[in-house]
């Protein structure tokens, strides 16, 4: 082996392991597309004050297009916890708005991404107020599982956050 055709294999396996080193530590996706699907869908779930009553089929429907088809969401008392897209369109179907109107507002977040499986995890706080914003009705965090589905992040599972000890 000659010293040009070594030096040229050295620097080949250089190129080779710092394109793989990359590969693996890169920022699969960034924070904004990654939680998209949840910043949409407190916008969506956002209702203008009046009479109270269900969600409806149309805004239910939009609602669970930010889900998986095999999606389940837990989001505590006093909320059923629903498995499927269909069952979660139907359960927000009949969930009763208040006469305030509704707004969800992401407050905090904190994701990891691996695109090499397609797979996101997020930690996210909620906080739903009067439309106007003037009254806080409550606030919780939630352990989101995101998959990415033909191109789009898509919300696979939601639960109470589990806190640590």
């Known amino acids: ?3 040009t055709t070594l030096l040229l294999a050295v620097l080949i396996g ?3 392991a710092i394109g793989g080193i990359m590969w693996l530590a890169w920022p699969a996706s960034d924070e904004s597309e990654v939680l998209a699907p ?3 869908l407190a916008r969506t779930a956002a209702v203008e004050a009046g009479a ?3 969600m409806g089929a149309d805004r239910a429907a939009r609602l669970a297009a930010f889900f998986t088809a095999e999606a389940s969401a837990d989001l505590g008392s006093p909320f059923p916890p629903a498995e499927g897209r269909d069952a979660l369109a139907a359960t927000a179907a009949a969930l009763v708005v ?9 407050v905090e977040a904190d994701e990891s991404v691996d695109l090499r499986l397609l797979l996101a ?5 909620l906080r739903a ?4 914003g003037r009254e806080v009705w409550g606030e919780r965090t939630y352990d989101v599982a995101l998959r990415q589905r033909d191109g789009a992040w898509l919300i696979h599972d939601v639960r109470p956050a589990v806190r640590a000890r």
Request: glycine letters at 10%; proline letters at 10%; hydrophobic letters at 45%.
């Open 1 to 3: 082996m000659t010293r």
């Open 14 to 16: 250089a190129a080779a």
């Open 38 to 40: 949840v910043r949409e």
């Open 52 to 54: 109270p009553g269900p």
């Open 98 to 106: 208040p006469a305030g109107g509704l707004r969800i507002a992401l």
């Open 121 to 125: 995890n997020a930690t996210v706080t």
């Open 129 to 132: 107020t009067s439309a106007d």
